[in-house]
C-alpha cells in the first residue's frame, strides 16, 4: 500500500468491517470465488511502512493487490489495484 489516502471508485456496502475480515482469515488464510468466479486466496499482510496490516489477494494466475482499513469498501484499492471482486466476495463468504 502506497498510502493511507484509502480507495477510489465504487463502493460496496461491506457487512463485516476490515478488522472482522481479517481475524477471519486468520494465520492460515482463506480460499474462496471471487464474484468473478476465479478461486483466491487472501492471507494477512503487511504494507511496506512494516505496521499498517493488509489483506492479500491472491488469483489462480496473479497476485490481484490488497486492503487496508482505508480501502476496505472500494473496489480500486490505494495502488490503483481492481480487488472489488475479491473483497466484496471475501464479505459475503464470512459468517
Known sequence: M????????NRFNPKHSFAQSYAFIGT????FRSTTGEYIYARQGLARDGATTTIVFIGERNRHGGTCRACWGFRIDCNQSRIGQCAEALDSVMP
Do not use: D, E, P
Open 2 to 9: 502506497a498510502h493511507q489516502n484509502g480507495g477510489q471508485g
Open 28 to 31: 492460515q488464510g482463506v480460499k
